[in-house]
């Protein structure tokens, strides 16, 4: 959060505002009384919307995640209560019905509530439950998107979701059920036979398990697989591994989360795609399947 920021709860009594982002006029207008269900994106401030930005810098009361940043938060107002309510695997973390109770009680109180999800909030973020809590306690909201890590997070490293030459078609899948176990209600051997790309969210914890369970469907432990973590940062970090010794190769290195896993021929894209990696001085192939040679990016 920016220096001026600060944690406060708003007096009883305050005047109204309503901030909008400049130069861009017909944005909406957050009124008193609604909660706004907003994606934050990846990570990266530069990829939030406009209609995101718009909600951070006119809302009384955020509340967030574990992923969003202190650099997204930073752009409320200072006056803006900050609510913190994210959900770490193996740690405290607020329960679902309370963050959907507060989001209520804020409402009633006429606040304009953003509650601010890492991503898209429709995508593994639980924003669905929580626009049903809504709906049933007669509170208005809107939606608004964002982008997912899967397909954001990917590109940053370099891996397109889908690429004509390797896939086409990618299944989101996430790594683990509401009480924090694989998965069970999945036909993995359909995953495995029928799906090109395979993009993994909070799989990290579960990776050995997830792993020797599409190994045993049908996927070959040889095949290329990518972990990111902290897509979109400064400090992201891509392990290029294989299915057969991700868990390995995480154990070896002390790769830890949060990450996006894909899986799929187009983790081979990263040796052409790699942008951020291009910056640095690598050397990018012109085709990363392995049939026209390589190209010097410099």
């Keep these: ?71 997204i938060l930073g752009m409320a107002a200072p ?8 959900k770490r695997g193996g740690k405290p973390s607020a329960k679902q019905r309370d963050i959907s109770a507060k989001l209520v009680e804020l409402a009633r109180a006429g606040k304009r509530v953003l509650r601010l999800k890492g991503g898209d909030p429709f995508v593994f973020g639980r924003g669905g439950e929580e626009a049903l809590a809504l709906v049933e306690a007669g509170i208005h909201f809107r939606i608004v998107p964002g982008i997912t890590a899967g397909i954001g997070g990917l590109a940053y490293a370099g891996i397109p979701a889908t690429h004509r030459d390797t896939n086409h078609a990618v299944t989101f899948i996430t790594g683990h059920m509401a009480g924090g176990d694989v998965p069970e209600n999945l036909d993995w051997t359909a995953i495995a036979k029928g799906s090109p790309a395979i993009v993994l969210h909070m799989a990290l914890s579960h990776l050995d398990a997830i792993t020797k369970i599409m190994i045993e469907a049908g996927r070959s432990p040889s095949e290329p697989m990518a972990l990111v ?53 690598k050397t990018l192939r012109t085709d990363p399947l392995g049939t026209r040679g390589a190209l010097n990016a410099g």
């Design 79 to 86: 006056e803006t209560e900050i609510i913190y309510s994210g």
């Design 1 to 71: 959060m920016s220096s001026d920021s600060k944690v406060i709860n708003l007096a009883q009594g305050s005047e109204p505002h309503t901030r909008t982002v400049s130069g861009f006029p017909g944005l909406p207008v957050f009124e008193p009384g609604w909660v706004w269900l907003v994606g934050a994106g990846p990570g990266d401030p530069g990829l939030l919307t406009l209609h995101a930005v718009n909600a951070l810098q006119q809302a009384d009361v955020i509340v967030h995640d574990a992923l969003v940043s202190e650099n």
């Design 229 to 281: 973590r902290n897509a979109t940062l400064p400090d992201q970090l891509v392990l290029e591994t294989t299915l057969g010794r991700a868990a390995v190769d995480v154990a070896r290195t002390g790769f830890s989360g949060p990450a996006i896993i894909a899986i799929g021929e187009i983790v081979r894209m990263r040796d052409s795609l790699d942008w951020l990696g291009a910056m640095s001085g």
